[in-house]
Every structure is written in C-alpha cells, then in structure tokens.
C-alpha cells in the first residue's frame, strides 16, 4: 500500500484512475489523538468503512463519541493539538493524508465539500450571498458573467425561490433554513467527490428540516459523490443514508444497512439510542422512555474491554476486560458486541406507567381568552383561545416563529403586554409577573429550552435549589429536591458549568417544582439535548407530573414528543390555534393540513412515510402574514380558491373535544397515514363519538 | 470537543501565569517601596545639598541629584506613596460607585435608564482637566479632592460596561426564572455575581488609568503641590533640566511607566483567565 506517494501529486480527475482502483471513499484504522495537558487522548480509534461513490453513509452517536473529530479527519481539518496517529483515507484509491500542503488544497478546492452545522456561521456576513458564491466559481476560473448566471442556477437547484433576489441578500436576511441551502449551492460546485455534512440540520425546526433533508436527498443522487452524514439523530441518518456506523467512544461499534441496523441492532448501544427516541404517535401511556444512563467516557478515559461496558445492562466480565472484537451478524452487517444475541427487542424496553385520566372534569385551572401579543406591529399571538385542565399536559407544537414561545412566555407573565385575559382558577391574573401576587406567582412556574442560560452560572446547585425552595416557600430541603429529580447528591455544591446539559436541564426542573407548582410551562425543554439525554428528561417530566398532578403546557417543535408526553395537542400557525384536541385525535386525524405536514415531517424521519416534497415551498414562512383569509392559505394543498384566500376559516368540530380551524368539511380533511397512526386509544368508548 | 477546548487554552494560560506573575510583583514592589521608603531611601528625599547640584548617576548617588542636590532614587522611592494613596482610593471609589449607577440603570431600564446616561454622557463631554482646574479652585488642593475629580470622571466609564453587562445577563432565562419566583434583590444577588469579572476588568484598566490622572494631576500643579517627591510633580519641576541632566526626569518618568505596565500585565492575564475559564 505504498502507492501513496505516487499520487501525492496528482489531484482531481487524475485521482481518480489511481493504483488501487478503488471508486469512493475508504477509510482503513484511522486513529487520531488530541494533546491535552494530561498527555495523548485517542478520540478516534482504528475506524474503517467505505463509501462509494453515490451512496451515503451516517455516522451516529452522542456528542463526545468522536463523530466530528472523525469527520474533520477525513478532510484533514483538525484542530492543531489534533493528529492522525494511524490509518488511511483514500479518496477514489489516493491517500488524502500523504498529500502535500499544495496538494491538499487543490484536493479540498475540487474533491472536497463540507456543510457544517450553524449554516449561519459559514457565510460571511459582509457579503451578498451572490458574491459569495461568485467568488468561489471565480477561483475556479469562471468569467465574471459566466459566474453570475451560474450562481443563479445553484441557487434554484437548492430550491430557493427568486434566486436573484436571494443572490442580492446578506446572511442575516435569510432564515436558518435558507442559508443552509446557500450552503449546500456552494458545496454543489464543481462537483465533490467527498461531500461531509455535519449535522446539517441541528437547530432547524421540523419542517425546515425536513425540506433540508429532501433537498440533500436530491442534490446527492445528482452529483454521485460519497455522501458522509454526521448525526446523534437517529430518524434523520435512517431515513436519508444507505448505511449506519454507529461510532462509541472513538470506535466503530455497529455498521450496517441502515434499515437492518435500526430494526434489529446489534450492539446494546444502538439498542439504547434507538429505545431513547419516541416514535411519532407513541405515548407516555404506552411505553415509558429509557435513556442510556451515564455518559460517554471523554477521550482517553476509554476503560480496558468494552467502552460501553459501564453503561451496558447486558455486561459482564468479559465485557469489562476484553475488548469485544467487530463480529459479523448478517450481511453487511458487522458489531463489536460479546453478547449481540441476548440483547433484547429494542421497542419493547421499558413498561407503561398507570397514569390516572387526562384532565380530570371540573372547572379548568387555566383558561387563556383573547390573547394578543405583539411585537411591534405584528400579533406574534393573535386571539387565542385555550383551556388547560387540572393535571392535564397541554402539548403546544408548531414551527419556529409560530408564537407559541410568546403565548408561553404571556402565560407565565413574561414578554410583552397586550390585550386578553388569563384566568386561573377562574381569578384573572395580570398580564405582567411583577404585578402578580406571590400566591399566583408560586402557582405558575417556567422550564426554558437553553440549560446553558436557565441556570445563574455563580449559583451552586444548591443555592439555586435553596433560593427557589426559599422564595417559592417550599418546604423540601435541597437535598430531596435534587433527589427527586434524579440529581446525583455530590452534584450539589457544583456550579452549572460543569454539568452536563441534561444535568442543567434537572436542575431547572427541580427548581420549578420547589414550591409545588399547579402549572409548569415547559418551553421546548428538550430541544438542546442529545436524544440519549432527552429520553430522561422526558421520563422525568412525565413522573413529576404523575406524582405531582401538576398541569404542563408543553412546547415542542417535534410532533412525537409532544404526541409521547401530551393529553391534549394545540396546533399554532402564525399567531393562531389552528387546531385542538385530545393528542391522539390531533396526530390520527381528520386534522387540519398544516398538523398534517407536521405529521408528514415527523413520519418521514423514520422512514415510515414517504415524504411529500412540494407542498410547503421553501422560504413560504418569511412572507408577510396575509390580511385576509386563512393564514396557511399560501402553503395549503387543499386550498380553495376563493375561498380560502378571501374568507376567515370557521373554528370546526371534528369530534369529541377536537375543533380544527379550517373551510373544509372534517370529512375532508386529511388523516395521517392508516400504518403509522398513533395505536387506537386503549378505551375506545371515551372516543365513540360519531367518526365525520 | 472539552479535550479540544482544554488543550487550545492551555498554552496561553501559561502565557497568562507568567504575565500575571510579573505584572504583580512590579505593583507589589511599588506598593512595599510607598509603604517602608523612609527605611529603604539612602538619604532623606527632602534633603537639599547645594554643593552637589546635578550630579550624574554614580556609587554616591544612585540615580543623581537634582537642582537641589536632593537625592533622586530616594525621591523617586518617596514619589510612590502618594501616588499609590490616590489612585486605588479613586479607583476603588469610581468602581463601586460606578457599579452601583451601572447596575440600577441596566436592570431598571426604561427612563431611569435613560436618564442616568444622559447625565453620565454630559460629565463624560466635560472635560476632565477642566473639571480638576475647577474643583481645585474651589475646594483648594487636597488628596480628597484630586480622588474625588479622578473617580468622577471614571464613574461613567465603570457604569456604562457595568451597564451593557447587566444588559445582557438581564435577558437571561434565570434572571427570568427568578423574577417568576418574585426574587427580592434580583439586582444583586442574581446578576452581580454574573457581571463581577466586567468590575474587576473595569477596576484594574481604571487603577492603570487613575495612577496617569493622579501624575498628570500634580504635573499641571493641582495635585501634590511643587516640590514633593511625587512623581508627576518630579517630571513638572524637573523637566527644564531635561538636556543637562535628563535623569532627574527620566527616574519619575519611568517609575510611573514602569507601575502602570506592571497593572496592565496582571490586568490583561487576569482577563484572558476569566475568557478562558
């Protein structure tokens, strides 16, 4: 295998006819080390796979297990104190780390393309995005004019609309969602042969997403590149990727085809990630969640035997001093597990809880009416209506911008002042959190998505804890608090910075409940976290409200996990409630058709479904909110000219309890997919209502 | 990606200790020669000796003399301890005082907000000098008064990063988090804490600055009168012999130089500690 040498010169095309002949990418035993003050740290540990040339493999794992060290290796960027101690990367048969500097940035210009997360910080910010692209043809030798008309044709592969007028725009008058297609039009150019995505659609909410993901769906089949997706996201690398590797603490634990890996993994960990996940239409009341306890051991702190021995139900002492070797376990299918056969059905970990029935009768403990609030002079909430029962999880789901943060937030007496009443428990509350007394004060508490900020970082754990337990009168000593949060003890006298985020998120949660809250307003609580973690604090969440009878209003993005924990779903689209009901009516259908291209995005990440492209055309979301008719009207495949455009949808009854705020008859309207429908309610008679 | 963090930083923590070590024993030094120099100074610094007007540095006198015969070294030594009496006084006055308006105005917000910059940007567009001129007139020369002008024209500065500081920790979600609580002394107890590497920032450039205002000050003549050992006075009464005997200006000069790098060096090094921690 000495041939590197001999095409250390060469680069591009001629590479591609090289020696070993080999189409594709190939990576044998590569390890790389970082230097840290205590010495070499292995991140990456003997690693081998292959892709060729049009496939597309994931790699999957937590954060911390060495997924983008290993992705930055294959395009030799590491960081300085990083370096490849072993191994290869070939790229069509030449071995991308024998190139010499020139050559590696001849072989990054024309091979080479990588989408990071946080498109954002990818684009330079004082440049037109035309101009950016433009720059790179230009490099590549293109003519001024001939550059501007290709840089319009990239922009409309990618899908966005009015390519001129984007071309003329900077960064920061694109949403997230376009400026990761202005990326991915720059990664299109000249052609990759290695196209690296790292976590390219993290910090996207569901249906920009999940256009993201058709886009790259398209763009890779298109260009014949090996694809390499970089994941914790177990649904996004199933559905988009030809093949899994499943990276563990540096070392390629399980690979496979991607449909054969997630039915029936091999390794205890794929096993964990997988049972982590709610699955789109599965409730608290039908399995209870498990995450993979602990967390993954940092670079160079790998024990002797099995990495994942300490996490694993199934170890033993075999598995904590020999390493277990990659073992075949079908076709294609390879695992580093001693005891792959006795590892359980995955789907079936874990027993549902008895919980008592949702939203017990009586007057409601909380009832919003007429709610507005602006910023500026848009309604980000516009005249809602909404009822939150005693001990009932009140799921709120829509896309970024939808306003359902800032009908949270008007619920706890945060944000902007407006119009409308909040009664609880039948009292009005006012509109701001300072004027309300401390009596109605105790009585609504706040869980907020980012764990880094929602902690007061000079605050040990238990100050924060002994602060809240103080101003919320409760009556727990800190210690129990934490306790019952699931908060190792020794983590008390720690400040927030050394937590984990799922430490920092029970932190938070504990506080809210210091005082016995009646209302909990969760704001995207899960959103930041790894899906190992967020199985957790979802777990969590859901045995505080059963032993508390606390009423949740639960925000999410992410229809499943709102289907797990929630009794009732409200839809938000633009500022109004579009639908509402109890969650498995909301998620079966007949529902509204923007719930429905919710449900469309939530199925497609599993692959239960196929995805329906067109239907919500990209960039949609950034036009102005339309001053007559219904607001989905733009984006609605069942709209009805003349109608839908022209007149305010009526607030309908599709069933029991379930209004949808649409002109088609609920007949009409669409349900989801018969296969992937959430499982019938256990007791049917409470849904007997006469099926329109 | 800790290890990545922890490696990166590595290198220039150690380039902070080194820093930070120097920087402090420089100010320590200084700090020991104002407090003992009547037993560290070879002769008195007061001491006039015509007989040996201007002599260059030598085994006699260390540094020479001056006009006077007075003994350089020993009035350089004696020249710290006003310096280092005024300028903490003043800083440590300008710091808290300016903490305090920093914080009100940030957390309050709206017109009490507004206001209270309004006024610290008309004391910040007088001039400083000015000002001193003025004070002095009025409230004739003391240690008091040239503190009091120093810290007063820092006051906006420390407020104004006090304040942008407290304007980003109050967006947070666990100040929000304790408002919903109904928090008392939200101000304090929440966000202080989060803003106190910003005062400590302020507190060391501002004692860099005010040791510069406290020479400047008895330069022009309004702080130690003409004639002490102070530094700045030193540089103002020497500074016609600067051609024929340039060491009595160059001795104050660099002293003053010399303390003000060594608060820079543990400045900077404390800052990159708390960027890196």
């Known amino acids: 295998m000495s041939t590197a040498g001999n095409t250390s010169g060469n680069i591009a095309g001629d590479t591609r006819e090289s020696v070993s002949g080999i189409a594709g990418l190939a990576v044998e035993d590569l390890s790389v080390t970082y230097r840290t003050g205590r010495g070499e740290a292995a991140a990456v540990t003997g690693v081998s796979f292959r892709v060729a040339p049009g496939e597309t493999y994931g790699i999957v794992g937590e954060s911390g297990c060495g997924k983008t060290t290993l992705g930055r290796a294959l395009g030799r960027h590491l960081p300085p104190e990083g370096a490849v101690t072993g191994g290869s990367?070939?790229?069509?048969?030449?071995?991308?780390?024998?190139?010499?500097?020139?050559?590696?940035?001849?072989?990054?210009?024309?091979?080479?393309?990588?989408?990071h997360q946080e498109a954002g910080g990818s684009l330079d910010p004082t440049m037109r995005v035309g101009a950016q692209l433009a720059e790179i043809l230009r490099a590549r030798g293109h003519g001024r004019a001939e550059a501007r008309r290709e840089v319009l044709r990239l922009l409309g592969r990618v899908l966005l609309p009015d390519p001129a007028s984007i071309a003329r725009r900077y960064p920061h008058q694109l949403s997230g969602g376009q400026q990761q297609r202005v990326v991915i039009a720059a990664a299109l150019i000249g052609r990759p042969r290695l196209l690296v995505l790292d976590e390219p659609t993290t910090g996207l909410d569901a249906t920009v997403e999940h256009e993201i993901l058709e886009l790259i769906g398209l763009v890779r089949a298109e260009i014949g590149a090996?694809?390499?997706?970089?994941?914790?996201?177990?649904?996004?690398?199933?559905?988009?990727?030809?093949?899994?590797?499943?990276?563990?603490?540096?070392?390629?634990?399980?690979?496979g085809r991607a449909r054969d890996v997630l039915a029936a993994p091999a390794h205890p960990y794929t096993a964990a990630l997988l049972a982590a996940v709610p699955r789109f239409g599965e409730s608290r009341r039908d399995r209870e969640l498990t995450a993979v306890p602990g967390r993954p051991p940092a670079p160079g702190d790998a024990p002797p035997g099995c990495a994942f021995a300490p996490r694993c139900a199934l170890a033993d002492d075999l598995c904590r001093r020999t390493p277990p070797p990659l073992?075949?376990?079908?076709?294609?299918?390879?695992?580093?597990?001693?005891?792959?056969?006795?590892?359980?059905?995955?789907?079936?970990?874990?027993?549902?809880?008895?919980?008592a029935p949702a939203g017990e009768p009586g007057p409601p403990l909380l009832e919003i009416g007429g709610l507005t609030r602006r910023y500026g002079r848009t309604a980000v909430v516009d005249d809602v209506d909404l009822t939150i029962g005693r001990g009932e999880v009140l799921g709120l789901v829509g896309e970024s911008g939808s306003g359902k943060t800032t009908l949270a937030r008007a619920v706890a007496g945060l944000g902007p002042r407006g119009s409308g009443t909040i009664l609880l428990d039948g009292r009005p509350l006012p509109a701001a959190v300072g004027r309300r007394d401390g009596r109605a004060r105790r009585r609504i508490q706040m869980i907020f998505q980012s764990p880094d900020a929602s902690l007061n970082p000079s605050h040990t754990v238990r100050v924060i804890l002994a602060r809240a337990l103080r101003s919320l009168r409760g009556r727990a000593a800190p210690e129990d608090l934490a306790a019952s949060a699931g908060l190792d003890p020794h983590l008390l006298d720690t400040r927030p910075a050394r937590l984990s985020g799922g430490q920092k998120q029970r932190v938070a949660i504990a506080r809210a409940f210091a005082g016995e809250p009646d209302l909990v307003v969760c704001d995207e609580p899960v959103s930041a976290l790894d899906v190992s973690v967020q199985a957790g604090v979802l777990r969590l969440l859901s045995e505080r409200q059963r032993a508390t009878g606390t009423s949740y209003l639960f925000i999410s993005h992410d229809l499943a996990v709102v289907g797990y924990l929630a009794d009732r779903v409200a839809v938000m689209y633009r500022g109004r409630i579009v639908e509402e009901g109890p969650a498995e009516r909301v998620l079966r259908g007949p529902h509204h058709p923007y719930t429905s291209s919710l449900v469309a995005a939530s199925l497609a990440r599993f692959g239960e479904a196929p995805a329906r492209p067109g239907q919500d055309p990209a960039g949609a979301p950034a036009a102005p909110v339309r001053a007559t008719g219904c607001r989905y009207a733009d984006r609605c495949p069942s709209r009805v000219d003349g109608l839908c455009d022209a007149e305010p949808p009526p607030l309908r009854t599709a069933g029991d309890r379930h209004r949808v705020r649409c002109h088609l008859d609920p007949r009409d309207l669409p349900r989801a997919p018969a296969n992937a429908a959430p499982h019938p309610p256990r007791d049917e008679e409470e849904f007997s209502a006469p099926d329109p | 990606m800790s290890a990545v963090a922890l490696s990166r930083a590595r290198p220039a923590t150690r380039r902070h200790r080194v820093a930070l070590a120097c920087g402090l024993a420089i100010v320590l030094a200084w700090a020991v020669v104002a407090a003992l120099w009547p037993h560290l100074a070879p002769y008195d610094p007061e001491l006039q000796d015509p007989a040996h007007r201007f002599l260059p540095p030598g085994p006699g006198h260390w540094l020479g003399t001056d006009q006077f015969g007075r003994d350089t070294f020993s009035r350089m030594l004696a020249g710290a301890r006003p310096v280092l009496l005024v300028a903490p006084a003043a800083t440590a006055l300008a710091v808290v005082a300016g903490t305090l308006v920093g914080l009100a105005a940030g957390s309050r917000g709206g017109l009490v907000d507004e206001i209270v910059m309004r006024v610290l940007d008309a004391v910040v567009v007088f001039p400083a000098i000015i000002a001193a001129v003025l004070f002095v007139a009025l409230a004739g020369r003391s240690v008091t008064v040239v503190v009091l002008v120093i810290a007063g024209s820092f006051v906006p500065i420390v407020a104004k990063s006090v304040r942008a500081a407290t304007l980003v920790e109050r967006e947070k979600a666990y100040v929000e988090a304790a408002r919903l609580r109904g928090e008392r002394a939200l101000t304090l107890r929440e966000i202080l804490p989060n803003v106190l590497p910003t005062v400590l920032v302020e507190a060391t450039s501002r004692f860099g600055d005010a040791i510069f205002a406290a020479a400047t000050l008895s330069f022009l003549g309004l702080g130690q009168p003409p004639g002490s050992p102070d530094w700045g006075a030193s540089v103002s009464d020497n500074r016609l012999w600067l051609q024929p005997a340039p060491w009595t200006v160059l001795a104050p000069a660099l002293a003053i130089a010399s303390l003000v790098v060594g608060i820079a060096l543990a400045a900077d090094a404390l800052r990159g500690r708390w960027e890196a921690s």
Not at chain 1, 95 to 106: F, I
Not at chain 1, 328 to 355: D, I, K, M, N, W
């Open chain 1, 327 to 355: 073992e075949a376990r079908g076709a294609g299918h390879v695992a580093r597990c001693h005891h792959s056969a006795r590892l359980p059905e995955p789907r079936l970990a874990g027993s549902p809880p008895a919980l």
């Open chain 1, 226 to 255: 090996a694809v390499v997706l970089i994941s914790h996201d177990l649904g996004l690398v199933a559905r988009l990727c030809d093949r899994v590797g499943v990276l563990y603490a540096g070392r390629l634990v399980e690979e």
């Open chain 1, 89 to 115: 990367v070939r790229l069509d048969g030449a071995d991308v780390l024998e190139l010499s500097p020139a050559a590696l940035r001849a072989w990054r210009a024309t091979s080479l393309a990588v989408v």
